[in-house]
């Protein structure tokens, strides 16, 4: 009862909740056909670069902040590293770590201080652990249809002020 308590008076202590996306990096990169071209003509560096550049603008429309975890498996060298690139969170789980579990574990960490969640994975077993700690669940396409909205309203913001 005591923690319930304090988490009641932490979240009216808050002006605001913080909006968190948390992103599962290569379930979408190897959903969205745009993506999946850039794995064949391109490389895996590229298709997270492209992906990265989407959601940051998808951060600056919707406000939320963004957080994307990739699988170090796939990059050795970047293991266990976390940036910010144009605003969004870039994570990459240590060497023999899952992005699941590192999704997990952010999910768990923000929901307990209050923020509202967004997971968008298209993995079921993801979406269903995510859902029974109390967070939402987008799939990877409707992730990639806020997407295309928020660079359509970003295209539209910048016209108006041309």
């Given at each position: 009862?005591?923690?319930?308590?304090?988490?009641?008076?932490?979240?009216?202590?808050?002006?605001?909740?913080?909006?968190?996306?948390?992103?599962?990096?290569?379930?979408?990169?190897?959903?969205?056909?745009?993506?999946?071209?850039?794995?064949?003509?391109?490389?895996?560096?590229?298709?997270?670069?492209?992906?990265?550049?989407?959601?940051?603008v998808l951060g600056?429309?919707?406000?939320?902040?963004?957080?994307?975890?990739?699988?170090?498996?796939?990059?050795?060298?970047?293991?266990?590293?976390?940036?910010?690139?144009?605003?969004?969170?870039?994570?990459?789980?240590?060497?023999?770590?899952?992005?699941?579990?590192?999704?997990?574990?952010?999910?768990?960490?923000?929901?307990?201080?209050?923020?509202?969640?967004t997971v968008a994975t298209?993995?079921?077993?993801?979406?269903?652990?995510?859902?029974?700690?109390?967070?939402?669940?987008?799939?990877?396409?409707?992730?990639?249809?806020?997407?295309?909205?928020?660079?359509?309203?970003?295209?539209?913001?910048?016209?108006?002020?041309?």
């Open positions: 009862m005591q923690s319930r308590t304090r988490r009641c008076k932490d979240l009216r202590a808050r002006d605001t909740l913080v909006q968190r996306l948390i992103v599962d990096g290569y379930n979408v990169v190897h959903a969205w056909q745009s993506l999946k071209r850039l794995l064949t003509t391109a490389s895996l560096e590229a298709a997270r670069d492209e992906l990265i550049r989407r959601l940051s600056m429309v919707s406000g939320e902040e963004v957080t994307v975890v990739f699988d170090a498996h796939h990059s050795e060298a970047m293991s266990n590293s976390e940036e910010i690139v144009d605003g969004v969170r870039v994570v990459f789980t240590r060497k023999g770590h899952s992005a699941d579990h590192s999704i997990e574990r952010l999910a768990y960490r923000a929901g307990e201080s209050g923020d509202v969640i298209s993995d079921r077993f993801q979406r269903d652990v995510v859902r029974g700690m109390g967070g939402a669940v987008i799939s990877s396409l409707e992730l990639e249809r806020r997407v295309i909205d928020a660079e359509q309203e970003m295209s539209r913001r910048v016209r108006r002020y041309q």
